[in-house]
């Protein structure tokens, strides 16, 4: 095991007015919605129309009260109806349960770096010793988290808390108390082990978690390693840094995304499709489930990041973008350039004034490191404003050190250049909006004003930014709805007794994952080809690790285009990366200025840019955006990924913002905009969707999704179980017993809608009327029946297993069951063998040997032998006619002439 380290996170002490019920009982909330559905109001939407509040505030108190008690859902109606506890809530008299409440000020710790909230008993006071202290780090504060998203992270800090304290009681609702009694200096400390690794193949640092501290989720373990990213990138000579670097282990770092977990579950499905038996079948299962719910967790997020994106046109375009964002601004306004030409400032003065006397708010952030100056032109038309618009307009003299080219509008869209929007070149960008078919706002928009805050000069004055909907009037409409199920198909369960017949579980188990794994690929497939793409906001430290992970990731496409070059960025690591890219089949794009400073380029470099203008896909000048676009996904922003690093020599840390943007159509439309008309081959320069995104081999197309007894019966096989086995499976189906029922046949229609809707190893599974198992008295009559050539196979193998075993008697019961197909055993001859085992048989001997007397030499052999057996086992004439009958005449040809003797032999004793 590699060696691990401990990190010490400096944590903001805050106290929060906690709200406190009955962890049994309802809220006043609750108790007015018991009240209303006992009114009638039966329904989520309704409540949510009845009490104006968002419906996914609605569906965290409905679902609070049905998991306590209080509901009952009818899934046919999607309806609530109350229980008897709710009744006890609503009754009048003495024994009605009344609502106990509290209000406590609780501390409690909040990591700005994680954006989590922990208990106040995790910190302590110093750091461990021998712990790595983080610097204080400068991020959002706890009162920029959402109301609900506070709500959640102080239930949870509580629960956790509770479990050794044993306070049994639950979170009604939380707010902040007077800022007195949470200072900023008050700082307590937690930590967290994780191991650093030094990725060989990239060069990526990454302190990666050995476990997760409670309430981190993928989300704090995101900001967690792009603060680490961060202050690598930006405080390279601290001595958190020193001692950071010190520890790390050469090992690969693995990117936490759609791509790598879609490969761990291809790992795992592995012999799906072949193996009878699995070893270690339920730690397979386990693997399964965590991976699946990962993915699961991943494509939701997706799906909620999606907005409506659209590329700009350098000069024009960014022009008329910018101007249309001021028009419709209506409670305030972010500017971001590294520079602000009075030239390209001026035409916009007259709408910003005019957006100033609608009321709306005007935040400005200028110049790209510490010492920088705005031009005296643009200084003195700025503070104009802000003298004539007291209160209105944000801005500061003193410089924000951040590289963004950024303008927003409310909380509903924004536009996101390379280079700054108020200079004489702009560059090309990205305008988000919410989507076509919903008024909800972008989430990356709300991230870009929480970064603003972040950057703004000033603490205190930041607080006065705008992020929560309800600063922008939209309380209770444009709020996020939560999101539905998108899966159709839930995991298979792993009973208790499922080794009682491993090799029939497992049939339904594979199968069963092999919908899940299949419906979770279209779903990845999805993200990348749905309608609107996949829009997320990154800086600093995340934009840094996106853009190294794009770069690395590629499989078949890559584009580097930059408006600066330098040496220290074009080394022999991008050129072995780009080369190998390009030596396996990909295509490499790569545009930049000439590398200046009369250094000499690095011999691998040099070598690679000659083998890409050879290929045609070099261009050298400055490119129209600062991009990666590595196959169906880009980045887009401020940072430079061949130019300088996140600091100026002697000027500190700048600050760096874009947009990570996954979609095939966007993408290979923001690729024409940088001068690469064909991203896809043919499928780019179409205008169409784009080409599938395929992540995986073929692994999970292969596993076979029938789980029907028949192929159960044939895994037994293929796994040597034994004859006796296979027979008393294959007659139960044949028979319509046993094996057919275990199955759960279904008699009507059904769907996959819920999680409980089939019982047995598939978990939900579509029903409706089962061909598999339908009458096989009368399964002739049923050409259509996709599994009668298994019927038929097993039919004859059951019959060829009772005459090798002898058993007569069973195949001449079982032949006219099972019905006759072509080269199937005839009854007759089933019959003549009958006095082999059992007798006397009488005279339906002689008429199924008269029956035969045109068959083949063999089956008349068998009714010759049959016949004597009759004869001189169990007396009677009837063999004795039947054995006259096969050893005279036409008969009698081309029977075996020992088999003739025999049987004249005997006659000859009862004649």
């Known amino acids: ?34 009240a209303a559905v006992a009114g009638g109001r039966t329904t989520v939407d309704s409540l949510g129309d009845l009490f104006s509040l968002p419906r996914r505030l609605m569906l965290d108190v409905v679902h609070a009260l049905w998991s306590r008690g209080f509901l009952a859902v009818d899934f046919t109606s999607h309806t609530l109806e109350g229980t008897p506890a709710a009744e006890a809530v609503l009754g009048d008299g003495d024994g009605a349960q009344t609502v106990a409440t509290s209000v406590d000020a609780r501390k409690f710790l909040f990591d700005p770096v994680t954006e989590t909230i922990l208990p106040y008993r995790d910190g302590s006071v110093r750091a461990p010793l021998g712990a790595l202290e983080m610097p204080v780090a400068r991020g959002v504060s706890a009162e920029d988290l959402p109301q609900t998203e506070l709500l959640r992270a102080v239930r949870r800090a509580v629960a956790e808390d509770r479990r050794d304290r044993g306070v049994r009681r639950r979170v009604l609702n939380v707010s902040f108390t007077n800022p007195v009694l949470s200072p900023p200096e008050a700082v307590r400390w937690s930590t967290v082990e994780v191991v650093v690794k030094r990725d060989p193949g990239s060069g990526q640092i990454a302190a990666v978690p050995v ?98 994106a659209q590329r700009v046109a350098p000069g024009a375009g960014v022009g008329y973008v910018v101007g249309d964002l001021i028009d419709r601004a209506e409670h305030q306004l972010v500017l971001a350039a590294p520079t602000i030409a009075y030239e390209a400032l001026n035409p916009l003065l ?26 005296p032109r643009s200084e003195t038309a700025l503070f104009d404003l802000k003298a004539r618009y007291a209160g209105k307009v944000l801005l500061e003299k003193r410089s924000s050190s951040s590289a963004a080219s950024l303008l927003i509008c409310d909380n509903r869209a924004a536009y996101v250049g390379s280079r700054g929007f108020l200079s004489a070149e702009t560059g090309a960008g990205v305008l988000v909006e919410p989507s076509e078919d919903t008024d909800t706002p972008p989430l990356c ?215 990570h943007i996954v979609g095939t159509s966007f993408t290979a439309d923001f690729a024409r905009e940088l001068g690469i008309p064909e991203w896809f081959g043919a499928a780019g320069d179409s205008g169409g969707p784009g080409p599938e995104y395929h992540p995986t081999a073929g692994v999970f197309a292969a596993i076979p999704l029938d789980d029907d007894p028949w192929t159960a019966l044939a895994q037994r096989e293929r ?61 002739g009559s049923h050409p259509a029946d996709p599994h009668r050539s298994d019927s038929e196979r097993w039919s004859r193998w059951l019959l060829e297993d009772a005459w090798r075993r002898g058993a007569f008697m069973e195949a001449y019961l079982l032949t006219p069951l099972l019905g006759g197909g072509p080269g199937a055993l005839s009854v007759e001859l089933a019959a003549v063998a009958l006095p082999l085992e059992h007798g006397p048989f009488g005279e339906q001997l002689f008429f199924s040997t008269l029956a035969l007397e045109a068959a083949p030499p063999e089956q008349r052999t068998v009714a010759l032998a049959g016949a004597v057996a009759e004869m001189l086992l169990h007396g009677g004439d009837t063999g004795r006619l039947a054995c006259r009958h096969l050893t005279e005449g036409a008969p009698a040809a081309g029977l075996p002439t020992a088999w003739l003797e025999l049987a004249r032999a005997a006659r000859a004793c009862f004649e």
């Open 350 to 375: 007259p709408g910003i004034e005019e957006a100033l006397k609608r009321g709306v708010t005007l935040v400005l952030l200028w110049g790209d490191h510490p010492s920088a100056k705005l031009e």
């Open 445 to 659: 928009v709300a991230d870009l004003l929480s970064w603003v805050r972040r950057v703004y000069p000033y603490w205190d004055t930041a607080q006065s930014i705008a992020i929560a909907p309800d600063d922008f009037g939209r309380t209770g409409r444009g709020v996020p709805a939560e999101p539905a199920r998108w899966w159709r198909w839930g995991p298979p369960e792993l009973p208790e007794g499922w080794d009682e017949d491993p090799v029939g579980f497992q049939v339904g188990w594979a199968a069963a994952w092999g919908r899940v794994l299949r419906e979770l690929v279209d779903a990845v497939n999805d993200v990348h080809r749905g309608a609107d793409p996949v829009v997320r906001a990154v800086w600093d430290g995340a934009y840094a690790e996106v853009v190294g992970r794009l770069v690395a990731s590629a499989g078949e496409r890559l584009a580097v285009t930059d408006d600066r070059a330098e040496h220290e960025a074009c080394d022999e690591t991008l050129a072995v990366r780009l080369r190998r890219l390009r030596e396996a089949g990909g295509v490499v794009h790569l545009q930049h200025p000439s590398l200046s400073g009369g250094r000499r380029t690095a011999t691998a470099y040099d070598a690679l840019l000659k083998a890409l203008k050879t290929d045609g896909t070099l261009r050298v000048g400055k490119a129209r955006a600062r991009a990666v676009l590595s196959d169906h996904e880009m980045v887009a922003g401020s940072h430079h990924p061949v130019g300088h690093g996140a600091t100026r020599p002697g000027q500190g840390a700048v600050a760096q913002v874009g947009l």
């Open 719 to 779: 796994a040597g179980r034994g004859a006796e086995e296979l027979r008393r499976y294959a007659a139960a189906l044949l028979m319509g017993q046993g094996g057919g029922e275990s199955q759960g046949d279904a008699e009507g229609p059904g769907d996959a809608e819920g999680p409980g809707d089939a019982e047995g190893p598939g978990g939900t599974e579509e029903q409706g009327t089962d061909p598999h198992h339908a009458d096989p008295l009368h399964s």
């Open 211 to 308: 476990e997760a501290p409670p309430g981190w989720g993928r989300r704090g373990a995101q900001l967690f390693q792009a603060h680490i990213t961060h202050l690598l990138h930006t405080r390279p000579e601290s001595a958190f840094v020193k001692k950071l670097l010190n520890r790390q282990v050469p090992e690969v770092v693995r990117p936490d995304t759609l791509k790598e977990l879609i490969r761990d579950l291809e790992q795992l499905a592995e012999g799906l499709d072949e193996a009878p038996e699995l070893p270690d079948l339920p730690g397979r299962h386990h693997a399964l489930e965590i991976r699946t719910n990962q993915l699961r967790e991943q494509i939701s997020e997706a799906r909620r990041s999606r907005c409506g």
């Open 1 to 34: 095991m590699s060696e691990t380290t401990l990190v010490a996170l400096p944590c903001r002490v805050i106290t929060l007015r906690v709200e406190l019920g009955s962890e049994e009982g309802a809220s006043t909330l609750e108790e007015l919605v018991l």
